[in-house]
């Protein structure tokens, strides 16, 4: 199914749906696969953990937010694909990442967990039919389906990129 197919297009996260191209979620899986959104490694490696502004995240900080937001998008995305109609909660990104091991960590390390997980997401969203993939849930008080849902998985890091290349490229 493609991203012209979200209806209805879910308040807040259609910010991150929108970046994707409306083309099949599984050939987006490809198109927007964590190395091809990430792919200027040698400028990632050289910030360091230099940030833009007091009190922002890392390079290392927002990868590891966007592995985070996959894995609870994701788990959204099953349950309400096997028809578990319990209202989701939201969670609160600052608390996930000030208490990771991200600072502790590389670059080269977080993308291959990014890498695996993604991996697991694929496998997830390829065994959803059509029905599956278009059953309503609710997250964070939002009505969404799974298939939205894989459109904000697919999003969420291009947002997180056009970020990096707006407010810290120009810091090398």
Known sequence: MKRSEVVPMPRF????????????????????????????????????????????????????????????????????????KTPLPGYDEAVLAANTTASHRTVDDLMEEFRELRRSTVTLFRNMDSIMLTRPGNANNTEISPLALGFVILGHPVHHMNIIRERYFPLL
């Open 13 to 84: 996260f259609d910010r991150y749906i929108n970046l994707v191209d409306d083309i099949e979620l599984l050939d987006g899986f490809q198109k927007y696969a964590p190395e091809r959104i990430f792919a200027e490694t040698e400028k990632l490696l050289g910030l360091g953990d230099r940030v833009y502004e007091p009190g922002k995240w890392t390079v290392k900080d927002i990868l590891q937010h966007v592995i985070d937001n996959e894995r609870i998008m994701a788990y959204r995305a099953l349950r309400f694909s096997r028809n578990d």
